[in-house]
């Protein structure tokens, strides 16, 4: 079978680290949108998608997000596959109708998430496990229907509903990327300098667990994709997707 096609949504306001990223994390080939400029996909004829994360909350409702909301909402009643990282997270649960809001706090750094769901999406990885962190947004209720997949003590770390994925981790982040957001950040030189003395080549190896969301997501959408046998995607219900 051909590479699976996966168009990435990219809302990191030009950040290289996240082309970088993605394209180091997503074994496919992968058509890149700068979302912040409005850019998004002509055509829904992609076996999956991906939305990064974004220095921007979904609530601004700025111009950009727009188009992006729109495109993502018609490639979900058209069966397309999702995956949303942090902003993309948030973005895809507000789109399925759910709530996103500041929970009044500032999560940054490597922190213990646990599982609360059974999900492929996590497959492989610990009942508890290690991922960088960096938000201060919140899933506080999830769209209706959907299946709340981890957490921990700040907020919603992953959630599903039917063929749509959302994490709130960065599995993505390499130290390099981490150190140069958490310079970009409003932190007292106390915090930044706790943050950055967690950045370390101990804890990047003991997260890398994480990135396994990445290919089981792909796992999830090649299977989907090859029980479609190449039929254009119409609308779904749940009794059409498959166990994930």
């Not at 996240?18 to 076996?47: H, I, M, Q, W």
């Not at 399925?96 to 999406?121: F, K």
């Not at 106390?190 to 370390?200: D, K, Q």
């Amino acid at each position: 079978m051909e590479r699976l096609r996966i168009a990435v949504l990219n809302a990191a306001h030009q950040d290289e680290n996240a082309t970088r990223n993605f394209r180091r994390e997503l074994d496919a080939s992968l058509a890149e949108f700068d979302a912040t400029e409005g850019e998004v996909p002509a055509d829904f004829d992609y076996d999956g998608a991906v939305v990064t994360g974004s220095r921007s909350s979904v609530y601004w409702a700025e111009a950009w997000m727009e188009p992006v909301e729109a495109w993502v909402s018609e490639a979900i009643d058209r069966g397309v596959p999702f995956l949303g990282i942090c902003w993309g997270h948030q973005l895809l649960a507000h789109v399925l109708g759910g709530t996103v809001e500041d929970m009044g706090a500032y999560e940054v750094g490597y922190s213990e998430i646990e599982r609360v769901g059974n999900s492929r999406l996590f497959d492989g990885i610990g009942e508890r496990f290690l991922a960088f962190t960096s938000h201060s947004d919140e899933v506080s209720e999830l769209p209706p229907g959907a299946e709340p997949l981890a957490e921990n003590d700040y907020s919603n770390h992953g959630f599903r509903k039917d063929r749509v994925f959302g994490v709130q981790f960065h599995p993505e982040y390499d130290t390099k990327t981490a150190r140069e957001l958490v310079h970009r950040k409003d932190l007292s030189e106390r915090r930044l300098a706790s943050v950055l003395e967690e950045i370390t080549e101990d804890n990047y190896r003991n997260a890398c667990e994480a990135k396994l969301v990445f290919d089981n997501f792909l796992e999830y959408v090649r299977e989907l994709s090859e029980r479609s046998d190449a039929e254009p995607a119409e609308p779904i219900d749940s009794s059409d997707v498959p166990t994930a």
